[in-house]
């Protein structure tokens, strides 16, 4: 990323934050453009569409993919025996990855279901009454839908989301 932003003639930014990197990266001013997020934009015209209506109802929405979380099975099954006493009923679309990390573990309060399209996906961001996710994108699509949402991890490559919906859980 760094050799391609040097030698671009314009590097696209969605958040000041970005641009304020690409200046300390000593990349010319003049050649860095703040454009927007193109999440926003891409869950502006996803929302307009007709979805699927999932089934469930007054759910937290959980994913984990990242190997800091999910490759230490001592630690996946930690971090899932605590949201497993959550209250609420926890919907899980299980990244293969993580499936594979879970094997025979049985959870009562946490349904495991397949991977969902983007359209499904967002549909359970939607009706969620908060998610706990450990992905980057969800971090900004969350903060796009207003959804407050938990990350369980030490750090966060979305700093500017933090604060606002976006809260880090070590």
Do not use: W
């Not at 869950?43 to 007054?58: A, E, G, P, Q, V």
């Not at 984990?64 to 497993?84: M, S, Y």
């Not at 495991?112 to 994108?137: A, H, R, T």
């Amino acid at each position: 990323r760094i050799l391609i932003s040097h030698l671009s003639d314009i590097n696209f930014c969605n958040h000041e934050n970005n641009k304020i990197n690409l200046i300390n990266e000593n990349i010319q001013n003049t050649k860095i453009k703040i454009t927007g997020s193109t999440v926003y934009s891409s869950l502006k015209l996803t929302t307009k569409i007709k979805k699927n209506s999932n089934n469930f109802k007054n759910y937290i929405l959980l994913t984990l993919h990242r190997p800091e979380n999910v490759d230490d099975v001592i630690k996946l099954k930690q971090i899932l025996d605590t949201i497993e006493k959550l209250e609420n009923k926890v919907v899980f679309p299980i990244h293969p990855r993580t499936r594979k990390k879970l094997k025979s573990l049985k959870f009562e309060n946490i349904e495991l279901i397949e991977p969902q399209n983007y359209f499904s996906f967002i549909d359970l961001m939607e009706k969620s009454i908060f998610i706990i996710s450990d992905s980057g994108g969800v971090q900004e699509e969350a903060a796009v839908l207003r959804k407050p949402l938990i990350i369980p991890r030490d750090y966060t490559e979305r700093p500017e989301m933090l604060g606002k919906f976006n809260l880090l859980a070590k």
